[in-house]
C-alpha cells in the first residue's frame, strides 16, 4: 500500500489499482492494441487514407500511432485530443497539413480506428464526426452479433 497525505486527510490507495475509463476497467502496464475499422464489405477507410498520403505523412502517422499503443489512454496533447462523447482524435502535423484519425477505446486495451481526414482549419468538420459516430455504431452493431 502507498500512503500519502493531502491536507489533514490521509488517503491510502493499492499501487496496483485498476482505473475505469468510459466504463472499461484499464489494468495499470496493460498492453494497448489498435484495429482498423473495417466496413461489412471488407474495405478499411483509414487504411486506405493513410495510403494516400506522401512518406513523410505516412512516417508521422506511424509514429503517433506507435505512441498511441505506447501510451494508450495516458496520451495527450498535442497528438490526442478527447473530441466528443466516447471519440477522441488522433493528431499528427507534417509540414503545413495536419492529419487526423478519430477512434474509440472500444474494450481493454482495444483502440479502433474509424475515419482519417486532413484538416484544413478550425474545428473537426461536423461531416467527419457523423462518419465518426456512424462507424463506431456499425463496428458496436456488428460486434455485438452472434
Not at 486495451?109 to 455504431?137: E, M, Y
Amino acid at each position: 500500500m502507498k500512503t500519502w497525505s493531502r491536507g489533514t486527510s490521509r488517503c491510502h490507495c493499492a499501487l496496483e489499482a485498476l482505473t475505469r475509463y468510459h466504463n472499461i476497467v484499464i489494468m495499470p502496464g496493460m498492453a494497448w492494441e489498435i484495429e482498423y475499422f473495417e466496413t461489412a464489405k471488407g474495405r478499411c477507410p483509414v487504411q486506405k487514407f493513410i495510403d494516400s498520403l506522401d512518406t513523410r505523412s505516412k512516417a508521422k502517422i506511424a509514429r503517433t500511432l506507435d505512441l498511441l499503443e505506447e501510451f494508450g489512454i495516458k496520451l495527450g496533447v498535442p497528438y490526442a485530443k478527447h473530441v466528443e462523447g466516447d471519440l477522441w482524435e488522433l493528431r499528427t502535423r507534417a509540414g503545413s497539413s495536419q492529419h487526423r484519425i478519430i477512434y474509440f477505446l472500444y474494450s481493454g486495451g482495444v483502440f479502433i480506428l474509424l475515419h482519417g481526414f486532413t484538416k484544413k482549419s478550425g474545428p473537426i468538420p461536423q461531416q467527419d464526426l457523423r462518419t465518426a459516430g456512424d462507424r463506431r455504431s456499425d463496428f458496436l452493431a456488428r460486434r455485438r452479433r452472434p
